[in-house]
């Protein structure tokens, strides 16, 4: 049985810096991707960032390029989403998804069928 439990959020300053968890089990092979996504009030499911789990491999929506790092601790299954100079229009519920992949993870939420339960980040002064 596959499971999915993200963690990590809060409220912090902006510019500051928050590091979510993703950890994921249950999956027969090491064949599978893990996606960060997020979703602001009124506002679609967007994906954020994604990792392969075996090869590395890993994707980033333009607007985090250069201020988000997804990682991986294969020996933990766990996926790791570090933000850094947050902004305000980061403010979302945060959710991570699980699935397997053909050549390389996507960024698109009809692609993970395994989800964690989110958690809020907000950014604000």
């Known amino acids: 049985q596959v499971q999915v439990v993200d963690s990590g959020g809060g409220l912090v300053q902006p510019g500051g810096s928050l590091r979510l968890s993703c950890a994921a089990s249950g999956f027969i092979s090491d064949h599978y991707g893990i996606g960060w996504f997020r979703q602001a009030p009124g506002k679609e499911r967007e994906g954020v960032s994604c990792?392969?789990?075996?090869?590395?491999?890993?994707r980033y929506l333009d607007s985090v390029k250069g201020r988000f790092t997804i990682s991986r601790d294969n020996a933990k299954n766990t996926v790791y989403l570090q933000m850094n100079s947050l902004k305000p229009e980061d403010t979302a519920v945060y959710y991570c998804?699980?699935?397997?992949?053909?050549?390389?993870?996507?960024?698109?939420?009809?692609?993970?069928?395994?989800w964690g339960q989110g958690t809020q980040v907000t950014v604000s002064s």
């Open positions: 990792i392969n789990r075996d090869d590395g491999k890993t």
């Open positions: 998804a699980a699935d397997p992949y053909f050549s390389w993870c996507t960024l698109q939420k009809d692609d993970y069928n395994y």
